[in-house]
């Protein structure tokens, strides 16, 4: 079994920054694909963004050019880079991580945007 554990969440300010990590307990990276998600308040967990082996992204219209995912196959780890961060951010985010019938979520962490 894999667990994925997020980090990262925060409070921050419109305009502000942070990155969520998401680290796996083992080596599982070098041929899944990772996605992060997130969940607002009272509306469905919508995707994010995802990138897979090669290092493709793609990301929603509402995070493109302002969230950046990648990932580092040597820790197990990837992140996302969130900039210019709005108020309509703030949710819950979840990574996962799949591979055919392998499919791993993380527990979520808090990314709060308020002034």
């Known amino acids: 079994q894999v667990q994925l554990v997020e980090s990262g969440g925060d409070l921050v300010q419109p305009g502000g920054s942070l990155r969520l990590s998401c680290a796996a307990s083992r080596s599982i990276f070098s041929n899944y694909r990772m996605d992060w998600y997130r969940q607002a308040p009272g509306k469905q967990r919508e995707w994010v963004a995802a990138?897979?082996?090669?290092?493709?992204?793609y990301y929603s219209d509402s995070v493109r050019g302002r969230f950046t995912i990648s990932r580092d196959n040597v820790k197990s780890t990837f992140y996302l880079e969130m900039n210019s961060l709005k108020p309509e951010d703030t949710a819950v985010y979840y990574c996962?991580?799949?591979?055919?019938?392998?499919?791993?979520w993380g527990q979520g962490t808090q990314v709060t945007v308020s002034s």
């Open positions: 990138i897979y082996t090669g290092g493709f992204t």
């Open positions: 996962r991580a799949s591979l055919g019938q392998n499919d791993y």
